[in-house]
């Protein structure tokens, strides 16, 4: 199941201005969450608009905000 991010600019800000304090580059976050430089790359960039249910999970939580903040489940389960 992939989870479409809401809105890129939203996710961009909350990177300059995460929970934690201090900015994440795209590496940092890739450490933080577990997930690919290249798709973090690839969210930051727009070329990206999907992550995987758990990528997203591991996104929303390392940049400290709920994963409905920045991603949206699909309208079906299929």
Not at 8 to 21: A, C, H, N, Q, V
Request: zero cysteines; a positive charge.
């Amino acid at each position: 199941m992939r989870y479409r991010l809401r809105d890129l600019e939203t996710f961009k800000k909350i990177m300059e201005s995460p929970g934690r304090g201090v900015p994440y580059t795209v590496r940092d976050l890739a450490d933080a969450s577990g997930v690919s430089r290249s798709q973090i790359g690839r969210i930051t960039s727009g070329e990206l608009s999907h992550l995987d249910v758990n990528d997203a999970h591991a996104v929303s939580e390392a940049l400290g905000v709920a994963v409905l903040v920045l991603f949206m489940p699909p309208a079906s389960p299929k």
